[in-house]
């Protein structure tokens, strides 16, 4: 599935890329395989750096992880809606629009 315009964290692109390879995944096919998604790759700056840590709180109670909190500081950032598959992010309020999609 491609959504135009999506973005995608640095950080997050690091933990995909990672959990592929864990899978016994070839190097070049998962990276073939992120790249056909099409996603704008942003880097992770020291704005996102310090949002993605002060979200610390907010998120404590549900066990969102460095990488969650990097994709949430990225959608707060540009203004977007956050795709996500896990649905204790339903609960928190960022200002942001989260969907759960599955």
């Known amino acids: ?13 690091a933990e995909i890329y990672s959990k592929l ?11 073939e395989q992120i ?5 704008d790759v942003c880097p992770f700056t020291e ?6 840590g002060a979200l610390i709180l907010a998120t404590k ?3 969102l992880s460095l990488g969650d909190r990097a ?3 990225l959608a707060m950032e ?5 795709y996500t598959t896990d649905r204790n992010w339903k609960n928190l309020s960022l200002g942001i629009d ?3 999609i599955r």
């Not at 959504?3 to 640095?10: D, E, F, K, N, Y």
């Not at 540009?78 to 956050?82: F, I, L, S, T």
Request: proline share 2%; aromatic share 6%.
């Open 71 to 73: 994709c949430l500081a």
């Open 78 to 82: 540009r203004k977007a809606k956050v």
């Open 47 to 52: 704005a996102l750096g310090r949002a993605a």
């Open 1 to 13: 599935m491609i959504i135009h315009g999506a973005l995608l964290s640095a950080v997050n692109l």
């Open 98 to 100: 989260i969907e759960v």
């Open 21 to 31: 390879l864990l899978w016994g995944v070839d190097e070049s096919f998962a990276a």
């Open 35 to 39: 790249d056909s998604l099409q996603c």
């Open 61 to 63: 109670p549900y066990g």
